[in-house]
């Protein structure tokens, strides 16, 4: 539930700034930059940085998560035809 919360908190930014003519697709760079600065931040703290190995946990993880939207995004879909 605080997943959701917060996976929420941040669409909700998401369409502020594009109600403020912010183009998606630069909301959706600025998202990820954001979200692979705290990423980092989580994994090696404030003065730290990813070895390659690190990156490619992190790629993964994002990897894995846009599958499962993709996946819960058909199955929505699929229903709502139904």
Sequence with gaps: EKHRHC??????LANQ???EQIDPKLVSGAL???SG???TFV???NQGALEPSGVDKVV???RRTLEH???VKKDQLKQARN
């Design 32 to 34: 990820m930059t954001a």
């Design 60 to 62: 993964a993880l994002y």
């Design 37 to 39: 600065i705290y990423a």
């Design 69 to 71: 939207h993709q996946e």
């Design 43 to 45: 994994a090696a703290g």
């Design 7 to 12: 996976t929420n908190k941040f669409i909700e």
């Design 17 to 19: 700034l594009k109600d």
